[in-house]
């Protein structure tokens, strides 16, 4: 017993010393970045302005959900709002692009869109209630963070599209190895990119500091625009559906009138 630990022992720690030497190289180049943004994302004036700008968006989301998007699902009317309380002007500008019925015509970048979008309220929330849990409330270590985020990432993407599929008559265990399918790598780049980029900016802050808000939302955007060209593979190679064709509802809801 004493040999077989004393032969793993050094191999485990040189194993964990090589992936902190690797954390430390990507912290001190991406130190710059880091120098820059912090006090622009500590700034009361700033963050206060992005907050006003984002309840603004959130406001012209739903005057345009309630009066000229009625036949959009209640699920895309949620994943939209998300995305747009998430990302503000940004989650706007997608959805005027690829989410609205007034679309002039699909394609593949709108349905990767849509696909991104779906996958991100999902992950978000899940990141937002993860890191808030292991950063703010229990300050648990950055490696313990990152763990209990990511679990949280996943639970709540797997979750945004297990639910729907079991509600459309699929059994449990076929929506989950759908879901494992088709949205683990999604998930898997864009926490990778959120995550990271949260505990570089903030990982020492505090629920109580506008930084761990104003980091995170920032973490979030940059999440998106990682995992939007996955996304776009992903439909094009058929592993995802990339959603339904927003103007199609429209031309339905034409008809039936």
């Not at 954390?23 to 880091?34: G, S, W």
């Not at 747009?84 to 690829?98: D, I, Q, R």
Request: glycine share 10%.
């Amino acid at each position: 017993m004493s040999t077989s630990t004393s032969v793993v022992g050094p191999a485990v720690l040189q194993s964990t010393g090589g992936l902190a030497g690797i954390a430390k190289q990507i912290e001190r180049a991406f130190e710059p970045a880091r120098e820059v943004l912090v006090p622009i994302l500590s700034n009361p004036v700033v963050v206060g302005a992005w907050a006003v700008l984002v309840l603004a968006c959130l406001g012209m989301l739903w005057w345009d959900l309630r009066s000229n998007n009625q036949p959009l699902p209640s699920m895309m009317k949620a994943v939209w709002t998300l995305v747009v309380a998430y990302s503000g002007p940004f989650g706007l500008g997608v959805y005027w692009y690829s989410g609205r019925t007034q679309i002039p015509n699909d394609s593949l970048w709108r349905r990767g869109f849509r696909s991104t979008s779906h996958c991100y309220s999902g992950c978000g929330a899940g990141e937002v209630v993860g890191i808030t849990l292991a950063q703010g409330i229990l300050a648990l270590t950055v490696g313990w963070v990152a763990a209990v985020t990511f679990g949280f990432a996943y639970l709540f993407g797997y979750a945004l599209t297990i639910g729907p599929l079991m509600q459309d008559g699929v059994g449990f265990k076929e929506a989950t190895w759908d879901a494992l399918l088709s949205e683990t790598p999604s998930i898997t780049i864009m926490e990778i990119f959120a995550i990271g980029t949260d505990l570089l900016l903030a990982a020492e802050a505090h629920m109580g500091d506008l930084l761990f808000w104003s980091a995170l939302a920032f973490s979030l955007s940059i999440g998106f625009l990682v995992a939007w060209p996955v996304n776009v593979l992903l439909v094009e190679f058929g592993v995802k559906e990339g959603m339904s064709d927003p103007s199609e509802m429209r031309e339905g809801a034409a008809a039936a009138d």
